[in-house]
C-alpha cells in the first residue's frame, strides 16, 4: 500500500470514527438525564429573569428524576420528558430559547404569565410539538412556526403579535384542530390563509385588525370568530352549505352589510349567532326560526326592520336576546312578552318611549337579566318589576324615570346588579334594601335622590361597589356602612355554579359605568375592555376574582382579591368618618369628595388596601394621621380644599407608587417637604394655598405642572448663579492664557472682541 493510498484509507477511517461517534453521541443525547440538563438550564434561565417571584420551578431537583417535577410531563415509560405547563407562575422576561434541546416535547404552556419579547425561532424547531399555548402574555414581533407540521392546539390569544399570518398558517395547519390567535395586533387578509386546513375544527381571529373580505370556508369549522377586526363586504347565501357544522358564529364588530342570508338555517347545530355591531339591514330573516337549538342571539347595533319575526319563538332553547341599538323606537314590541324561555332581554339603545308592561316583557318567568338602559322611558319606576322573583341583574341607567325607588324593589332578594343611575329619581334609599344580601352593584348615580342612607344597607354584605355620586343625600354616613361587602362569598359561590353566567354587549357598557375609569386598579382596564375581553372580566367579577393584584395590609406580597369601591362624591353628607372604616379590607377605593364631611379622619383608614384616596372639598380637621405613610399601594391621594393642620406627615414619603397627590388649599398644614423621595416629585399645584408649607426651592419655582418635569428656561437662582461664575471663571482663563503665552494683553481684547460680535 503506497504512502498516498495510506494516508487516504486512514482519512476515511476518521471520517467514519466521527460519524459513528456524531451517531453515538446523538443516540446518547436523547435521554432523560440530558432532558434533565435542559430543564436545570431551563430553571437558571427563567431565576436570572425573576428574581423575586418564583414558580413551581423553583423546586426542580437535582436529586430526583424530572418526570417527579411539578410542571413536567413525561411519556408513559418515564424515559423521556414530553410536556411542560408552567402557566400562572409569575414568569417575566423573554422565553427560553432552547426547547427544540427537549427532543421529544409535545406540550408547551407557559399561558397567563408576562412573557415578553418576540417569539424564538429555536420554537420552530420542535418538530413533535402538538400543543403550544402562550396566551395571555405580552408577546410581539411578527409570527413564524412554519417548522411546526405536528401541531393540533395553538394559542396565542391576547399578546401583542403583529405582521400578517399568511407565511405561517398554510405550513402549520395540515393537522391543526384549533387555532386561537385573537387580541393581538395581526393585519392582513384572512380569505386565503385556511384552504388547507382540512382538521381545522375551532378558529378564533377575534380583537385584530383583519380586514378585507371574509373567508368563505368557515362553515365547515364548529367554531369560528372574525369578531372586532375590520372586514368588510356581503356574507352571501352560498357561504352557508348544506352540511355546515358551525356551533359558533361570531362576526360582530366588523364593517359587513346588506341583508343577512336565510341559508344561515342550513346550520342546524348553530348555539351562538353573533352579528352585532355591522351594518346589516333589511328584516331579520325568519329562517333561524328553524334553528331549534339555537341558545345565543345577538343582533343588536345594526339596522335591522323593527319587525321580529314570530318564528323566531320557535327557538325553545333561546335563553340570550340581544336586539339593542336597532333604533327601534316607540312602545317595546308585544312579540317581546312571548319568548317564555328566554332569561336575558338587552334592548338598550333603542330610544324606546313607552312598552314596559304592555309588551309583557315584566311577566316573563325566567328573566334574570333585563337591560333597557339609554332609552327614553319616562314616568315612575315600573312597581311590577318587584315580582320577578328570577331577576338578578336590572339595567335601567340613562332614562328619564321620575319619583322615589319603589321600596317593594326590595322583595328582589336574589338581586346582583342594580343600575338606575342617570334619571330623574327622588325621594331616598328604601330601607327594605337591607334585604339585598346577593347585591354586589348598587348604582344610583346622577339622579335627584336626598335623605340619609339607611343603616340597613350594612345587611348587604355582598355589595362591594356602592355608587351614589351625584345626588342630594345629607347627614351622616351610618356606622353600618362598614359592614357592606364583608360576606359576599356565598354570592360568588352561586355564580360558580352557574354556568349560564354570560356577559353580552349590555354588561360591556355597563362595566364601563361601574368601573371608574380615572381611578386604579380599575383604569388599566379601559386599555383591555374590548368587547370580547369585557366577557371573561365579567365574569371573574361574578365569582370573585379580582382585577389587578391587591395589596394586603402587612404583607409586601399582592394576591388576585376583589377590590370593591364606594363613591359618595357630589352630596351634602356631613359629620364625621365612622371609626370603623378602616374595617372595610376589601376596598381599595373611598372617593368622598364635594361634601360637608368634618371632624378628624380615623386612623382605621391607613390600615385599609387603598389605592385611591379622595377626600377634596370637605371641612376634614386635625392632623393628618401618620398611618397613611403605611398605605402602601396608594396611588392617588388627595386632600385638599380642607382644613387640616399640624405638622405635615413626612410618612407620606414612604408612599412609592404616588402618582397622583394633592394636599392644596389647606393653610393650617406646617412642616417642611422633604427634599428627596416620591413627595419631591410632585409640582407646586399639589401644595398651593398652605402658606405655613415650606417646599424645596425646586418646586416653589416650577411652572409647568406637570410631576417629575422642569422648564429649562426657568431655573432655580442658584444654578443661575452657577452659571454666571463658571461664565466669569472662563473668561478670565481666556486672557490669561492669551495675555501670557500668545498674544499680549491689547491683541487679546481685539480679537475677543471682534469674535463675540461675528
Known amino acids: 500500500m503506497s504512502v498516498g493510498e495510506t494516508g487516504s484509507w486512514h482519512a476515511a477511517l476518521i471520517v467514519f470514527l466521527t460519524l459513528i461517534a456524531g451517531?453515538?453521541?446523538?443516540?446518547?443525547?436523547?435521554?432523560?438525564?440530558?432532558?434533565?440538563?435542559?430543564?436545570?438550564?431551563l430553571k437558571s434561565f427563567l431565576k436570572d429573569r425573576n428574581p423575586v417571584y418564583h414558580g413551581q420551578?423553583?423546586?426542580?431537583?437535582?436529586?430526583?428524576?424530572?418526570?417527579?417535577?411539578?410542571?413536567?410531563?413525561?411519556?408513559?415509560?418515564?424515559?423521556?420528558?414530553t410536556g411542560i405547563n408552567l402557566s400562572y407562575e409569575n414568569i417575566s422576561g423573554e422565553l427560553f430559547n432552547n426547547f427544540s434541546a427537549l427532543t421529544e416535547l409535545s406540550y408547551l404552556d407557559f399561558s397567563n404569565n408576562t412573557i415578553n419579547g418576540e417569539i424564538p425561532g429555536d420554537l420552530s424547531r420542535c418538530k413533535n410539538l402538538k400543543h403550544l399555548n402562550l396566551s395571555h402574555n405580552i408577546i410581539l414581533g411578527e409570527l413564524n412556526l412554519s417548522g411546526l407540521p405536528n401541531l393540533e392546539v395553538l394559542d396565542l390569544s391576547i399578546?401583542?403579535?403583529?405582521?400578517?399570518?399568511?407565511?405561517?398558517?398554510?405550513?402549520?395547519?395540515?393537522?391543526?384542530?384549533?387555532?386561537?390567535?385573537?387580541?393581538?395586533?395581526?393585519?392582513?387578509?384572512?380569505?386565503?390563509?385556511?384552504?388547507?386546513?382540512?382538521?381545522?375544527?375551532?378558529?378564533?381571529?377575534?380583537?385584530?385588525?383583519?380586514?378585507?373580505?371574509?373567508?368563505?370556508?368557515?362553515?365547515?369549522?364548529?367554531?369560528?370568530?372574525?369578531?372586532?377586526?375590520?372586514?368588510?363586504?356581503?356574507?352571501?347565501?352560498?357561504?352557508?352549505?348544506?352540511?355546515?357544522?358551525?356551533?359558533?358564529?361570531?362576526?360582530?364588530?366588523?364593517?359587513?352589510?346588506?341583508?343577512?342570508?336565510?341559508?344561515?338555517?342550513?346550520?342546524?347545530?348553530?348555539?351562538?349567532?353573533?352579528?352585532?355591531?355591522?351594518?346589516?339591514?333589511?328584516?331579520?330573516?325568519?329562517d333561524i326560526g328553524s334553528i331549534s337549538g339555537l341558545r345565543d342571539l345577538f343582533l343588536g347595533n345594526n339596522g335591522f326592520y323593527r319587525e321580529i319575526p314570530e318564528t323566531l319563538l320557535n327557538c325553545t332553547n333561546l335563553e340570550f336576546l340581544d336586539l339593542s341599538r336597532n333604533n327601534f323606537r316607540g312602545e317595546i314590541q308585544p312579540i317581546f312578552g312571548k319568548f317564555l324561555h328566554v332569561k336575558f332581554i338587552v334592548l338598550h339603545a333603542n330610544s324606546y318611549t313607552g312598552g314596559i308592561n304592555s309588551s309583557g316583557i315584566l311577566r316573563l318567568p325566567k328573566i334574570s337579566r333585563l337591560d333597557l338602559s339609554y332609552n327614553n322611558f319616562s314616568g315612575p319606576l315600573p312597581l311590577e318589576i318587584s315580582q320577578m322573583q328570577s331577576l338578578k341583574f336590572l339595567i335601567l341607567a340613562y332614562n328619564q324615570f321620575t319619583g322615589n325607588i319603589p321600596p317593594e324593589f326590595g322583595n328582589l332578594q336574589g338581586l346582583q346588579a342594580l343600575d338606575l343611575s342617570v334619571n330623574r329619581l327622588t325621594g331616598s334609599i328604601p330601607s327594605s334594601f337591607g334585604n339585598l344580601r346577593s347585591l354586589l352593584w348598587l348604582m344610583l348615580a346622577d339622579n335627584l335622590l336626598s335623605g340619609e342612607i339607611p343603616a340597613e344597607i350594612g345587611n348587604c354584605g355582598s355589595l362591594l361597589w356602592l355608587n351614589l355620586a351625584n345626588n342630594q343625600f345629607s347627614g351622616k354616613i351610618p356606622h353600618q356602612i362598614t359592614n357592606i361587602g364583608k360576606n359576599a362569598t356565598p354570592t360568588f359561590e352561586l355564580n360558580k355554579q352557574n354556568v349560564g353566567v354570560i356577559a353580552g354587549t349590555g354588561e360591556c357598557l355597563a362595566m364601563k359605568r361601574w368601573i371608574p375609569a380615572d381611578y386604579p386598579p380599575f383604569s388599566f382596564m379601559y386599555t383591555l375592555l374590548t368587547r370580547k375581553s369585557c366577557r371573561s372580566i365579567w365574569d371573574r367579577m361574578l365569582k370573585g376574582t379580582g382585577l389587578s393584584p391587591m395589596c394586603v395590609v402587612g404583607s409586601t406580597v399582592r394576591t388576585y382579591r376583589i377590590s370593591g369601591y364606594l363613591q359618595l362624591s357630589?352630596?351634602?353628607?356631613?359629620?364625621?368618618?365612622?371609626?370603623?372604616?378602616?374595617?372595610?379590607?376589601?376596598?381599595?377605593?373611598?372617593?368622598?369628595?364635594?361634601?360637608?364631611?368634618?371632624?378628624?379622619?380615623?386612623?382605621?383608614?391607613?390600615?385599609?388596601?387603598?389605592?385611591?384616596?379622595?377626600?377634596?372639598?370637605?371641612?376634614?380637621?386635625?392632623?393628618?394621621?401618620?398611618?397613611?405613610?403605611?398605605i402602601e399601594c396608594l396611588r392617588n391621594l388627595d386632600l385638599s380644599y380642607n382644613n387640616f393642620s399640624g405638622a405635615f406627615p413626612t410618612s407620606l414619603n414612604n408612599l412609592t407608587q404616588l402618582s397622583r397627590f394633592n394636599i392644596s388649599y389647606n393653610p393650617y398644614i406646617?412642616?417642611?417637604?422633604?427634599?428627596?423621595?416620591?413627595?419631591?416629585?410632585?409640582?407646586?399645584?399639589?401644595?398651593?394655598?398652605?402658606?405655613?408649607?415650606?417646599?424645596?426651592?425646586?418646586?416653589?419655582?416650577?411652572?409647568?405642572?406637570?410631576?417629575?418635569?422642569?422648564?429649562?428656561?426657568?431655573?432655580?437662582?442658584?444654578l443661575k448663579k452657577m452659571y454666571a461664575v463658571m461664565i466669569f471663571l472662563a473668561l478670565t482663563l481666556f486672557f490669561l492664557v492669551c495675555g501670557i503665552v500668545f498674544l499680549g494683553r491689547e491683541e487679546c481684547r481685539r480679537r475677543f472682541k471682534g469674535t463675540t460680535l461675528n
Not at 446518547?28 to 432532558?35: A, F, K, P, Q, R
Not at 426542580?60 to 408513559?76: D, M
Not at 378564533?204 to 368588510?232: H, K, M, P, T
Not at 415650606?694 to 437662582?717: A, H, Q
Request: glycine share 10%; with cysteine.
Open 159 to 286: 399578546n401583542r403579535i403583529s405582521g400578517d399570518i399568511q407565511s405561517s398558517f398554510p405550513s402549520i395547519c395540515g393537522k391543526l384542530i384549533v387555532a386561537n390567535i385573537s387580541a393581538n395586533n395581526f393585519t392582513g387578509r384572512i380569505d386565503t390563509c385556511f384552504q388547507k386546513c382540512s382538521n381545522l375544527q375551532y378558529l378564533d381571529l377575534s380583537s385584530n385588525n383583519f380586514s378585507g373580505e371574509i373567508w368563505v370556508g368557515f362553515d365547515r369549522l364548529r367554531e369560528f370568530s372574525a369578531s372586532e377586526n375590520v372586514l368588510v363586504g356581503t356574507v352571501s347565501p352560498p357561504m352557508f352549505t348544506p352540511n355546515c357544522n358551525l356551533q359558533v358564529l361570531d362576526l360582530s364588530e366588523n364593517g359587513f352589510f346588506g341583508t343577512f342570508p336565510a341559508e344561515i338555517s342550513n346550520c342546524r347545530n348553530l348555539l351562538i349567532l353573533n352579528l352585532w355591531g355591522n351594518n346589516f339591514t333589511g328584516l331579520i330573516p325568519a
Open 570 to 630: 357630589g352630596n351634602r353628607f356631613s359629620g364625621e368618618l365612622p371609626s370603623q372604616i378602616g374595617t372595610m379590607q376589601d376596598f381599595t377605593m373611598l372617593h368622598l369628595g364635594v361634601n360637608a364631611f368634618n371632624g378628624k379622619l380615623p386612623p382605621g383608614i391607613g390600615r385599609m388596601p387603598l389605592e385611591v384616596l379622595n377626600l377634596t372639598k370637605n371641612e376634614f380637621s386635625g392632623q393628618i394621621p401618620i398611618e397613611f405613610g403605611d
Open 23 to 41: 451517531i453515538v453521541i446523538a443516540v446518547t443525547g436523547d435521554s432523560l438525564e440530558t432532558d434533565k440538563q435542559v430543564l436545570l438550564n
Open 57 to 81: 420551578y423553583i423546586k426542580w431537583n437535582q436529586s430526583f428524576s424530572p418526570c417527579e417535577w411539578a410542571g413536567i410531563l413525561c411519556n408513559t415509560n418515564g424515559t423521556r420528558v
Open 670 to 718: 406646617t412642616g417642611i417637604i422633604p427634599w428627596t423621595g416620591q413627595l419631591a416629585t410632585f409640582e407646586k399645584e399639589s401644595y398651593l394655598g398652605d402658606p405655613l408649607l415650606r417646599l424645596p426651592s425646586f418646586i416653589e419655582n416650577s411652572t409647568d405642572g406637570f410631576p417629575g418635569k422642569k422648564d429649562p428656561n426657568d431655573k432655580p437662582k442658584r
